[in-house]
Protein backbone atom coordinates (compact mmCIF):
# COMPACT_ATOMS: atom_id res chain seq x y z
CA UNK A 1 0.00 0.00 0.00
CA UNK A 2 1.42 3.14 -0.65
CA UNK A 3 1.95 6.04 1.37
CA UNK A 4 -0.44 9.27 1.41
CA UNK A 5 2.58 10.86 3.40
CA UNK A 6 4.90 13.64 1.81
CA UNK A 7 7.20 14.95 4.21
CA UNK A 8 9.10 16.35 0.96
CA UNK A 9 6.30 18.71 0.51
CA UNK A 10 6.95 20.32 3.84
CA UNK A 11 7.24 24.08 4.45
CA UNK A 12 9.04 24.92 7.43
CA UNK A 13 8.35 28.33 7.28
CA UNK A 14 4.12 27.33 6.96
CA UNK A 15 2.53 27.75 9.93
CA UNK A 16 5.50 28.96 12.53
CA UNK A 17 6.28 32.32 13.11
CA UNK A 18 9.94 32.35 14.90
CA UNK A 19 10.20 35.64 16.53
CA UNK A 20 13.47 36.83 15.81
CA UNK A 21 16.07 36.54 12.88
CA UNK A 22 18.83 33.58 12.38
CA UNK A 23 21.02 35.68 14.07
CA UNK A 24 19.29 36.02 17.27
CA UNK A 25 18.41 32.81 17.13
CA UNK A 26 21.85 31.56 16.69
CA UNK A 27 23.12 33.64 19.80
CA UNK A 28 20.39 32.19 21.61
CA UNK A 29 21.24 28.85 21.13
CA UNK A 30 25.32 29.63 21.80
CA UNK A 31 23.92 31.03 25.45
CA UNK A 32 21.69 28.28 26.02
CA UNK A 33 24.59 25.61 25.00
CA UNK A 34 26.60 27.24 27.85
CA UNK A 35 24.72 28.18 30.70
CA UNK A 36 21.32 26.29 30.00
CA UNK A 37 22.17 23.13 28.67
CA UNK A 38 25.23 22.40 30.74
CA UNK A 39 25.27 20.36 34.05
CA UNK A 40 26.90 23.05 36.02
CA UNK A 41 24.98 24.43 38.21
CA UNK A 42 25.32 28.58 36.79
CA UNK A 43 23.34 30.91 39.23
CA UNK A 44 19.65 31.11 38.41
CA UNK A 45 20.19 35.27 38.15
CA UNK A 46 22.66 34.56 35.62
CA UNK A 47 20.11 32.62 33.65
CA UNK A 48 17.36 35.02 34.65
CA UNK A 49 19.28 38.08 32.89
CA UNK A 50 19.92 36.08 29.99
CA UNK A 51 16.63 35.00 28.83
CA UNK A 52 15.63 39.20 29.70
CA UNK A 53 18.14 39.54 26.90
CA UNK A 54 15.89 37.33 24.62
CA UNK A 55 12.80 39.08 25.68
CA UNK A 56 11.47 36.84 28.03
CA UNK A 57 9.25 37.58 30.86
CA UNK A 58 11.03 36.60 34.14
CA UNK A 59 9.51 37.36 37.32
CA UNK A 60 11.12 37.77 41.07
CA UNK A 61 12.71 34.40 43.06
CA UNK A 62 12.78 32.11 39.72
CA UNK A 63 14.79 29.00 40.23
CA UNK A 64 16.10 27.41 36.68
CA UNK A 65 18.28 23.93 37.45
CA UNK A 66 20.36 22.73 35.10
CA UNK A 67 19.97 21.57 31.84
CA UNK A 68 16.79 22.66 30.61
CA UNK A 69 16.05 23.71 27.06
CA UNK A 70 14.11 26.62 25.81
CA UNK A 71 13.82 26.80 22.43
CA UNK A 72 12.45 30.12 21.83
CA UNK A 73 12.77 32.85 25.39
CA UNK A 74 11.21 35.71 23.12
CA UNK A 75 7.76 33.85 23.30
CA UNK A 76 8.38 32.69 27.30
CA UNK A 77 6.91 34.43 30.60
CA UNK A 78 7.23 33.13 34.15
CA UNK A 79 5.57 33.96 37.22
CA UNK A 80 7.41 34.81 40.49
CA UNK A 81 9.05 32.23 42.50
CA UNK A 82 8.51 29.67 40.34
CA UNK A 83 11.17 26.67 40.55
CA UNK A 84 11.76 24.82 36.68
CA UNK A 85 13.72 21.87 37.75
CA UNK A 86 16.56 19.64 35.51
CA UNK A 87 16.00 18.76 32.24
CA UNK A 88 12.85 20.01 31.26
CA UNK A 89 11.91 21.06 27.93
CA UNK A 90 10.16 23.90 26.75
CA UNK A 91 9.15 23.22 22.92
CA UNK A 92 7.50 26.78 22.70
CA UNK A 93 6.98 27.31 18.78
CA UNK A 94 4.08 29.44 20.07
CA UNK A 95 4.14 31.41 23.71
CA UNK A 96 3.95 29.47 26.99
CA UNK A 97 3.00 31.00 29.78
CA UNK A 98 3.91 29.78 33.29
CA UNK A 99 2.24 31.33 36.34
CA UNK A 100 3.91 32.27 39.84
CA UNK A 101 4.41 30.14 42.57
CA UNK A 102 4.38 27.00 40.08
CA UNK A 103 7.00 23.96 39.61
CA UNK A 104 7.79 22.57 36.99
CA UNK A 105 9.78 19.12 37.95
CA UNK A 106 12.38 16.97 36.61
CA UNK A 107 12.40 16.62 32.38
CA UNK A 108 8.82 17.61 32.03
CA UNK A 109 7.76 18.80 28.55
CA UNK A 110 5.90 21.37 27.15
CA UNK A 111 5.31 20.90 23.80
CA UNK A 112 3.34 23.67 21.87
CA UNK A 113 4.54 21.87 18.51
CA UNK A 114 2.75 19.55 16.34
CA UNK A 115 1.73 18.41 13.14
CA UNK A 116 -1.45 18.14 11.10
CA UNK A 117 -1.15 14.48 10.50
CA UNK A 118 -4.60 15.20 8.49
CA UNK A 119 -2.65 16.87 5.69
CA UNK A 120 -0.42 15.22 3.37
CA UNK A 121 2.63 17.64 4.17
CA UNK A 122 2.43 17.19 7.85
CA UNK A 123 1.86 21.11 8.22
CA UNK A 124 2.43 23.30 11.55
CA UNK A 125 -0.34 22.90 13.78
CA UNK A 126 1.38 24.80 16.91
CA UNK A 127 -0.98 25.77 19.98
CA UNK A 128 0.05 28.15 22.96
CA UNK A 129 0.50 26.57 26.56
CA UNK A 130 -0.73 28.06 30.01
CA UNK A 131 0.46 26.77 33.33
CA UNK A 132 -1.88 28.76 35.59
CA UNK A 133 -0.48 30.23 38.94
CA UNK A 134 0.70 27.35 41.85
CA UNK A 135 0.61 24.70 39.92
CA UNK A 136 2.69 21.60 40.12
CA UNK A 137 3.67 19.99 37.03
CA UNK A 138 5.28 16.14 37.60
CA UNK A 139 8.28 14.90 36.64
CA UNK A 140 8.33 13.42 33.11
CA UNK A 141 4.72 14.91 32.42
CA UNK A 142 3.93 15.60 28.81
CA UNK A 143 1.87 19.02 28.35
CA UNK A 144 0.26 19.14 25.03
CA UNK A 145 -0.31 22.18 22.57
CA UNK A 146 -3.50 24.35 23.58
CA UNK A 147 -3.75 23.15 27.38
CA UNK A 148 -4.13 25.40 30.41
CA UNK A 149 -3.21 23.88 33.44
CA UNK A 150 -5.78 25.15 36.42
CA UNK A 151 -4.58 27.43 39.20
CA UNK A 152 -3.24 25.10 42.24
CA UNK A 153 -3.46 22.12 39.77
CA UNK A 154 -1.39 19.20 40.30
CA UNK A 155 0.08 16.96 37.36
CA UNK A 156 0.95 13.85 38.39
CA UNK A 157 4.62 12.34 37.32
CA UNK A 158 4.57 10.36 33.78
CA UNK A 159 0.97 11.91 33.29
CA UNK A 160 0.41 12.67 29.31
CA UNK A 161 -1.77 16.23 28.94
CA UNK A 162 -3.72 15.91 26.62
CA UNK A 163 -6.78 18.42 27.43
CA UNK A 164 -7.38 21.14 29.43
CA UNK A 165 -7.12 20.02 33.60
CA UNK A 166 -9.36 21.84 36.27
CA UNK A 167 -7.92 24.04 38.96
CA UNK A 168 -7.16 22.61 42.89
CA UNK A 169 -7.14 19.26 41.47
CA UNK A 170 -4.79 16.24 41.67
CA UNK A 171 -4.98 15.25 37.86
CA UNK A 172 -3.03 11.87 36.67
CA UNK A 173 -3.09 9.18 34.23
CA UNK A 174 -2.77 8.87 29.83
CA UNK A 175 -5.05 10.15 29.30
CA UNK A 176 -4.61 13.03 31.99
CA UNK A 177 -7.70 13.36 34.08
CA UNK A 178 -8.44 15.05 37.27
CA UNK A 179 -8.78 12.28 40.29
CA UNK A 180 -9.22 13.83 43.63
CA UNK A 181 -9.17 17.69 45.42
CA UNK A 182 -5.73 18.82 46.15
CA UNK A 183 -6.15 21.07 49.32
CA UNK A 184 -8.01 19.02 52.41
CA UNK A 185 -10.24 21.42 52.97
CA UNK A 186 -11.65 20.89 49.72
CA UNK A 187 -13.03 17.18 49.53
CA UNK A 188 -15.95 18.26 51.94
CA UNK A 189 -17.27 21.58 50.60
CA UNK A 190 -19.37 20.39 47.86
CA UNK A 191 -17.36 20.93 45.17
CA UNK A 192 -18.97 18.64 42.20
CA UNK A 193 -17.08 17.51 39.56
CA UNK A 194 -19.69 18.72 37.16
CA UNK A 195 -18.18 22.04 37.84
CA UNK A 196 -15.80 21.34 35.16
CA UNK A 197 -18.00 20.19 32.01
CA UNK A 198 -16.46 22.81 30.38
CA UNK A 199 -13.01 21.50 30.40
CA UNK A 200 -13.58 17.74 29.96
CA UNK A 201 -15.55 15.27 27.51
CA UNK A 202 -19.02 13.28 28.96
CA UNK A 203 -16.36 10.36 29.10
CA UNK A 204 -13.66 11.56 30.31
CA UNK A 205 -15.97 13.03 33.48
CA UNK A 206 -17.39 9.85 33.82
CA UNK A 207 -13.13 8.56 34.28
CA UNK A 208 -12.89 11.07 36.82
CA UNK A 209 -15.73 10.14 38.90
CA UNK A 210 -14.76 6.79 39.19
CA UNK A 211 -11.41 7.43 40.44
CA UNK A 212 -12.36 9.83 42.96
CA UNK A 213 -14.81 7.40 44.58
CA UNK A 214 -11.28 5.37 44.78
CA UNK A 215 -8.94 7.49 45.96
CA UNK A 216 -11.01 9.31 48.22
Not at 67 to 84: A, E, Q, Y
Not at 138 to 165: L, M, N, R, W
Not at 194 to 207: K, V
Request: net charge positive; hydrophobic share 40%; aromatic share 10%.
Amino acid sequence: MKTRVRNDLFDPGKGLDRGHSRLVEAAWYLLKCTFFLSPLPFPSPIKIRILRWFGASVGRGVVIKPRVNIHFPWKLSIGDHTWVGEEVCILNFEPVRIGAHCCISQRAFLCTGNHDFREPDMRYRNRPIIVEDGAWVGAQAFISPEVTIGTDAVITAGSVVTKSQPAKMVCSGNPCVAVKHRWPENYSDGLRFDEYQDAFSGEALATMAKSAVKVQ
